[in-house]
């Protein structure tokens, strides 16, 4: 059941854009998101086409994967797709019954099917290229600003890092008592919706049981290791921008320049 | 009557770069009434091998056979292959869930769409299989009692299914040595008693050698090496080789043996070769 599940979906392969530093990565990447919202326009998109296509290349990281982070999506797209082809009003280019296309919601829903594609594959590549660690590293640096106002940056982070790092042993533990539970004669494949639902007691409690057990020895053995929270920890991995974080950085501010360009004129 | 496994090979994550062939040409009879020891290293294929005996995996190639039954062929005699191959995991008291120890054992004879009474009756029989007095645990929670106890309950589970064959990952892991020997002699009672068919993994010779009456041996996903206990255990230096102890004791015998007396080299426990030695002692210097 879990064993195509990958979770983060982190591709290690050393390439330019794996080197950056998380943060500059996440800033270039909500700034995209940004850009794609300006753009208004199908003769733009290919400017941003560009730019991410030269982004993948230069990742290594085979297209196949950055199109496979689509795939959960897809339902979405597809809908989104339908409701601005039929409810946009316009001229109208045919008609079946009540049903009706118009040449606005054509372009509507092109356009709008695009920028989440764009989108996807844009914020994917982040998750492609960034391990999580890493990536909850470069959240932390970059929330720090916010611990002014109260926010708990370090805290979060940690917070992030451990879910990730239980997370595959959960799932490992998971499937042990399900497979236990079916030795028992348990069956979670069939049934209609309510008996699905309560046959996964058996599976739910022990795995409750074991995630608080677990949860309170990391805390145990944190402690013991005198872990106190952020107040003068120092880190193993310091984050530092580099010469490719400049080069990135300019590439990226001449490709918002021009769809910003593109836009105003 | 009995388990066969005809040929099997068993591949993890086939078509990635994470492949492992975790069994390979597995040959393996388990007839009614044996006590069949299997001992491997930790990733010798092991717990996948019992895994494959009551069908939660598929072979990537061979075949099953449980009591004439090829596993995985029709789907809905599954739970029947489950309930003949009774298969308790490692460290299972880590699956109870239920508020009272009674109701959890009734979990799998209830998944088996038994009545109400015959399931009473199992799970009182069950319970006391494993040395419970029935009256005093039925209504206790099954998290407020010890390990051992715990893992009694468990196993009970299993054995209220009424199992033809009983399969046990590691047993006694984590417990200690007086709850160790709490549960071997209750494989042990079953065993004889019940008239279970007993096949007990383990990492540990020790535990094995004065229980069971026939050993395989897991290198690397193939059969090594099989036969009774003494046989194998009187190779003690190919065991070695592959990273598997041999008991104490017949190391001790073998090391003897090499020094040049004349003691016999299939000996398992303490009190046997307290008796050779001896033996040995008499004829020579007495």
């Given at each position: 059941m879990f064993k195509n599940l990958t979770i983060g979906q982190h591709y290690p392969v050393e390439s330019p854009v794996h080197d950056l530093d998380p943060r500059v990565k996440i800033i270039i990447t909500l700034a995209f998101l940004v850009s794609l919202f300006l753009i208004d326009s199908f003769s733009t998109y290919i400017i941003v086409a560009v730019f991410l296509t030269a982004a993948i290349t230069i990742s290594k990281v085979p297209v196949k994967f950055v199109i496979k982070g689509l795939r959960p999506i897809l339902m979405i797209i597809i809908i989104t797709f339908v409701i601005n082809l039929l409810m946009t009003p316009g001229r109208i280019i045919f008609q079946v019954g009540f049903i009706k296309v118009t040449e606005e919601g054509l372009k509507q829903a092109g356009f709008m099917a695009i920028r989440l594609t764009l989108l996807i594959m844009g914020t994917s590549l982040l998750t492609l290229t960034t391990s999580p660690i890493i990536l909850t590293d470069g959240i932390e640096s970059l929330l720090k600003p916010f611990k002014r106002f109260g926010l708990p940056a370090h805290e979060l982070a940690m917070m992030m890092t451990i879910a990730l790092r239980f997370i595959p042993t959960l799932m490992e533990e998971t499937e042990k008592i399900m497979k236990a539970q079916k030795s028992r004669g348990a069956d979670f494949e069939s049934g209609n919706i309510m008996s699905r639902a309560k046959n996964l007691v058996p599976l739910l409690v022990p795995l409750f049981i074991s995630a608080f057990r677990r949860a309170d020895e990391l805390a145990?053995?944190?402690?013991?290791?005198?872990?106190?929270g952020g107040e003068n920890r120092t880190r193993m991995r310091q984050l530092k921008i580099s010469k490719g974080d400049y080069a990135a950085s300019f590439i990226f501010i001449v490709y918002f320049a021009a769809v910003i360009a593109l836009k105003i004129w | 009557?009995?388990?066969?496994?005809?040929?099997?090979?068993?591949?993890?994550?086939?078509?990635?770069?994470?492949?492992?062939?975790?069994?390979?040409?597995?040959?393996?009879?388990?007839?009614?009434?044996?006590?069949?020891?299997?001992?491997?290293?930790?990733?010798?294929?092991?717990?996948?091998?019992?895994?494959?005996?009551?069908?939660?995996?598929?072979?990537?190639?061979?075949?099953?056979?449980?009591?004439?039954?090829?596993?995985?062929?029709?789907?809905?005699?599954?739970?029947?292959?489950?309930?003949?191959?009774?298969?308790?995991?490692?460290?299972?008291?880590?699956?109870?869930?239920?508020?009272?120890?009674?109701?959890?054992?009734?979990?799998?004879?209830?998944?088996?769409?038994?009545?109400?009474?015959?399931?009473?009756?199992?799970?009182?029989?069950?319970?006391?299989?494993?040395?419970?007095?029935?009256?005093?645990?039925?209504?206790?929670?099954?998290?407020?009692l010890s390990g051992g106890q715990k893992r009694r309950v468990a196993i009970a589970g299993v054995l209220a299914m009424k199992p033809d064959y009983l399969i046990l990952d590691e047993p006694t892991a984590g417990l200690d040595p007086a709850g160790r020997n709490e549960i071997f002699e209750q494989i042990k009672k079953l065993h004889k008693k019940a008239n279970v068919t007993v096949v007990l993994v383990s990492h540990s010779m020790e535990d094995i050698a004065k229980l069971v009456n026939r050993v395989i041996v897991l290198y690397k996903g193939k059969i090594h090496m099989q036969g009774t206990p003494k046989e194998i255990y009187s190779q003690s230096e190919e065991l070695k080789k592959i990273g598997l102890g041999v008991p104490q004791v017949a190391e001790i015998v073998n090391e003897l043996r090499k020094r040049g007396f004349n003691i016999r080299p299939d000996i398992l426990t303490v009190e046997e070769a307290k008796e050779e030695i001896l033996k040995e002692v008499r004829r020579n210097y007495v």
């Open positions: 145990m053995a944190m402690e013991a290791r005198c872990y106190r | 009557m009995s388990i066969k496994a005809e040929n099997i090979k068993y591949i993890y994550s086939e078509g990635t770069p994470f492949m492992t062939v975790a069994l390979d040409e597995i040959n393996l009879e388990i007839k009614e009434g044996d006590f069949l020891g299997v001992i491997g290293h930790t990733g010798s294929g092991k717990s996948t091998l019992i895994q494959l005996l009551n069908g939660l995996e598929k072979p990537s190639d061979g075949k099953i056979i449980v009591n004439d039954i090829v596993v995985g062929e029709d789907k809905k005699k599954l739970s029947k292959i489950r309930q003949t191959v009774g298969l308790v995991f490692q460290y299972p008291e880590y699956q109870l869930f239920e508020e009272t120890v009674a109701k959890d054992v009734a979990f799998g004879p209830m998944n088996l769409n038994l009545s109400e009474e015959e399931t009473e009756k199992r799970v009182k029989e069950a319970l006391e299989l494993v040395g419970f007095n029935y009256k005093s645990i039925k209504d206790e929670s099954p998290f407020d």
